[in-house]
């Protein structure tokens, strides 16, 4: 059950960062001259949202995991 959860957790937290790589991919693809210096702050902080949106689920997934193995090892030990 734990290691399905910690599976399921690095599951989500690569799909996340990948989503955010993604971003920043396409970010760089339309940097482009023709942008405004106004599009291009709006596109900056667009990426900066989803870049920390996918830090916040990365520490949530860090710490749940921390949960999950601490709980796995004390039922080790109990067993």
């Known amino acids: 059950m ?3 959860r ?3 957790l ?3 937290l690569e799909e996340q960062m990948g989503r955010a ?3 920043a991919i396409q970010l760089c693809e339309t940097l482009a001259p023709e942008k405004s210096g106004k599009d291009l702050v709006q596109e900056v902080a667009k990426l900066r ?3 920390d949106a996918a830090e916040g689920v990365s520490r949530d997934a860090e ?3 921390a949960v999950l193995r601490s709980v796995n090892m ?3 030990e109990f067993n």
């Open 6 to 8: 910690i599976a399921d």
């Open 49 to 51: 949202r989803s870049l």
């Open 63 to 65: 710490k749940e995991w």
């Open 2 to 4: 734990l290691e399905i």
């Open 21 to 23: 790589f993604a971003e």
């Open 74 to 76: 004390a039922l080790k």
């Open 10 to 12: 690095e599951r989500q």
